[in-house]
């Protein structure tokens, strides 16, 4: 059965550090392009991080409103991806889907913009940011 499962949401406190981690079954990561979304309540599902290629071939994407402080990675062997998320704050306060879709186009800041073209989703994991 494919799919995708996350998991390390949680309570964290301002300015605090927690990392997701999504682990893939019936296919192969380390060929799709992957990445991390996330909504909140009453709001849309926002691109935070995708990933595409491997080694020297890889190439990420952030949203303006992580870039510094979140760093997607993918370990091919364990057929996981991590989102590392340091200096949370309260507005990072959401459920967090990891995904993954066979395509090479387009671009990473474009398939961020547009949910619909992922082919696979996890069922989410909450993260809450609040002293």
């Known amino acids: 059965q494919l799919g995708l499962v996350e998991s390390g949401g949680g309570l964290v406190q301002p300015g605090g550090s927690l990392t997701l981690s999504c682990v893939a079954s019936?296919?192969?990561?380390?060929?799709?392009?992957v990445g991390w979304f996330r909504q909140a309540p009453g709001k849309k599902r926002e691109g935070v991080s995708v990933?595409?290629?491997?080694?020297?071939?890889?190439?990420?994407y952030y949203a303006e409103s992580v870039k510094g402080r979140f760093t997607i990675s993918r370990d091919v062997a364990k057929n996981t991806i991590s989102l590392t998320m340091q200096d949370l704050k309260p507005e990072d306060t959401a459920a967090y889907y990891c995904?993954?879709?066979?395509?090479?186009?387009?671009?990473?800041?474009?398939?961020?913009?547009?949910?619909?073209?992922?082919?696979?989703w996890g069922q989410g994991t909450q993260v809450t940011v609040s002293s």
């Open positions: 995904t993954g879709d066979l395509r090479q186009t387009p671009s990473l800041q474009s398939m961020s913009l547009l949910p619909e073209l992922w082919d696979y």
């Open positions: 019936g296919f192969d990561l380390g060929r799709y392009t």
């Open positions: 990933l595409r290629g491997v080694g020297r071939a890889e190439s990420t």
